[in-house]
């Protein structure tokens, strides 16, 4: 009874770090055996949740659970990875309906529904680590790995928000990128990299911000200040010598009484003092880019002539 006690001690341990979860080949590495396996099941003790895979009693429900489930289930040398990685480490938004992992290339793993299998033969052990103790690629890898498989805004983005957490390692990433290159996603992130390099990282504070910078730099667009401040407030972004400025104007935080007002009264302030506006929706930003490239264009062309 006692050793069975310390038994049961470790695995309420182990599920607590694991958010709520524990893997039948851990049990057995605990000392747990098949038939006491069986009883706790029987007693509703341990709860299936996925093959393999047991909560302590109940099915806790959680995007890091779902995570966790996912990585335990398809074995130890599995881990999170891609978008999935790059959401466990704060780099983009979590919630994603499909989960990435990454596994050695010879590794015999079954497709699963809403789990994206990336296989890789240049997997160091450096770049595997654990983040609330799921099984993960490192920043370093992710920031790579993300690069082959969502736009360049996106990865402007994660980059700036790594390097917001302090999470950002220029020497580690350069490292990976010299053993990968020529793999998708390579030329993507050192055309981000070669850019924070000559004007430093913008700090944008939305993923519509790092898509309207990536229009500019893409088509040619002088590249504007971002965020700046004056008498007039932040603006979103600025080309002082043209005195022309964009707002973007996301549905989701120019709905509210407030923000129209502030909006409006932003709008006076830059007029008066002769600059031109142009707002620019996030739906007009997403479906019709090139309208909006030729919008900026205009106005700074027009402000220089």
């Known amino acids: ?24 080949r851990q049990l057995l590495a605990l000392g747990l055996g098949a038939e006491a396996i069986v009883h ?3 007693t509703g003790r341990l709860v299936a949740v996925d093959r393999g895979v047991y909560a302590l009693g ?6 890091h659970t779902r995570w ?22 704060g780099l983009r938004p979590g919630g994603a309906s499909r989960v990435d992992v990454t596994c050695p290339s010879h590794a015999g793993r079954q497709a699963r529904a809403g789990v994206v299998v990336h296989r890789t033969r240049t997997l160091a052990p450096t770049e595997v680590t654990a983040s609330e103790a799921i099984p993960v690629t490192s920043v370093a890898r992710t920031l790579v790995d993300l ?7 996106e990865v402007r983005r994660a980059v700036e928000r790594a390097d917001e957490a302090e999470l950002f390692d220029l020497r580690d990433v350069r490292r990976i990128l010299d053993v990968l290159r020529g793999r998708p996603g390579v030329a993507t992130l050192e055309a981000v990299l070669a850019d924070a390099a000559d004007h430093g990282l913008a700090h944008t504070r939305s993923d519509l911000e790092a898509l309207f910078l990536q229009l500019c730099l893409d088509r040619d667009i002088p590249r504007p200040v971002v965020n700046g401040r004056d008498g007039a407030g932040e603006v979103d972004f600025r080309w002082p010598d043209r005195r022309v400025a964009v707002e973007l104007d996301g549905y989701r935080w120019h709905r509210s009484r407030r923000a129209f007002e ?30 909006v490239a030729l919008r900026v264009t205009a106005a700074l062309r027009a402000a220089r002539a």
Request: charged residues 25%; without cysteine; hydrophobic residues 45%.
């Open 58 to 63: 109940h099915r806790p429900s959680s995007v």
């Open 40 to 42: 706790r099941r029987r």
């Open 262 to 291: 502030a909006d409006r009264a932003r709008s006076q302030v830059l007029a008066a003092r002769g600059w031109t506006l142009l707002r620019v929706s996030d739906r007009q930003l997403v479906r019709t880019p090139a309208t």
């Open 68 to 89: 966790m489930q996912i990585v335990l289930v398809m074995g130890p040398r599995v881990v999170l990875s891609h978008r999935s990685a790059a959401a466990l480490w």
């Open 1 to 24: 009874m006692p050793q069975l006690r310390a038994i049961d001690r470790h695995i309420r341990l182990l599920a607590e770090r694991q958010h709520g979860l524990v893997a039948r």
């Open 147 to 153: 690069a082959a498989v969502v736009r360049p805004h």
